[in-house]
């Protein structure tokens, strides 16, 4: 009986010393020195300089506490919305700090820290469309433009009925946008903010968005791998503390009330 006892809590401490040796992502970054973070391009979150391919936006901030908190450098990882959660599942990066919709799905393949913010999806049409409700583009022969393994995209294939749902593979900002203004695409699909703002920026793109048709707000997130829950909750520390001492507001200000 001694000696069952004995092997049973040997197999439970092994057990339990394997469940924590998996948990151990906060440790390797410290270790490491540096802090890998997969981001895609996607204003006024995350911004990438064409010239230097150096980043800014709200999450660049974000993270610039982050890596201080930890004392480690960061290390930028260039990402798309199709490739961002295999990313962090293949240890390409230890955090996805984009402007990443949280959904079922997603969570069943990475873990989530608290929410940083938050957004809804409308269309984007032509500036001088007459385009007012989802029932006038959900035509056939109508082409509705989205990008490939973004939320939207889901979305986009399960409201349009009718019209064709085009999913763009590309790392470009705003490929869907570009798309409508080019008369390549009745409409594109996305984020309202990001895409509003990208928009604003560059008056020569003769798109507009209809904010009065914005659906599904989410909130945004970070993603870790998954199984990495003290690294995760160290993270929504940090984004807590931000967020109670209003530091959090302030960074997203600073990025949302710039002028075009």
């Not at 204003?43 to 980043?55: A, E, F, G, K, Q």
């Not at 700090?97 to 984007?124: E, H, K, M, Y």
């Not at 020569?204 to 659906?215: A, S």
Request: aromatic fraction near 8%.
């Amino acid at each position: 009986m001694v000696r069952l006892i004995s092997a049973a809590l040997a197999a439970t401490f092994a057990t339990t010393s394997a469940a924590w040796s998996l948990d151990d992502l906060l440790d390797q970054v410290k270790k490491r020195g540096a802090l890998r973070v997969c981001t895609i391009n996607y204003t006024p979150w995350n911004i990438l300089d064409p010239v230097d391919r150096s980043w800014s936006g709200i999450n660049a901030d974000i993270v610039k506490e982050i890596g201080a908190s930890l004392d480690v450098k960061i290390e930028w990882v260039d990402s798309a919305w199709s490739t961002i959660i295999q990313n962090l599942r293949t240890d390409k990066c230890d955090v996805g700090a984009a402007a990443l919709w949280t959904s079922a799905p997603r969570a069943q393949n990475v873990s989530f820290t608290r929410p940083i913010g938050g957004d809804g999806s409308t269309l984007f049409v032509p500036a001088d469309s007459k385009i007012a409700s989802y029932d006038d583009v959900d035509k056939k022969g109508n082409i509705i433009t989205v990008l490939s393994g973004s939320a939207d995209e889901k979305l986009a294939k399960e409201k349009f009925k009718n019209a064709e749902v085009k999913s763009l593979v590309t790392d470009q900002v705003a490929a869907h946008i570009l798309e409508v203004a080019s008369g390549r695409s009745n409409a594109a699909f996305g984020g309202f903010a990001g895409n509003a703002m990208f928009v604003a920026k560059n008056p020569n793109i003769k798109v507009k968005p209809l904010p009065e048709l914005m659906v599904n707000y989410v909130p945004f997130a970070y993603a870790v791998p998954p199984k990495e829950y003290y690294f995760r909750d160290y993270l929504s520390i940090i984004i807590a503390n931000l967020e109670a001492s209003g530091k959090l507001e302030q960074i997203k200000s600073a990025w949302t009330q710039q002028k075009p």
